[in-house]
């Protein structure tokens, strides 16, 4: 399984990282920006990721506008719903707002912070991801 990891705050990247490797390979990113050079590098390359996990609030492109732009490549590339990224957005927010138009932009799941665990491999247990 490939990860995509968007996380601006360098504790949280490290843990995410540390934690979600034992579902796959994962690749960081520590922005908006850099997190969609590496998406669309993975189209280019016929090698999609399987989970995203977004931070909402990032420098240059945040979460919300990284799901947007996600969902309208998978779209114009005819990936079907089924089969394209799974998306949980994780966030110190709690700002019903951010998270609802997450989930209609397309987020699949919705993780806190500071990180429940137990909750996110519930999460991940019914996306179907097992650890590896």
Known sequence: MRILIAE???VSRVFLEKFLSAYGTCDVAVDGMEALDL?????????????????????KVDGIKLIKVIRTMEKQQGIDPEQ????IMMTALADVDYVDQAFALGCDAYASKPIDTARVEEVLAKMGFSKK
């Open 8 to 10: 601006d705050d360098r």
């Open 39 to 59: 998406f669309m590098e993975s189209m280019k390359k016929k090698d999609s990721y399987d989970l995203a996990c977004l931070d909402i609030m990032m420098p």
């Open 84 to 87: 394209r990224v799974r998306i």
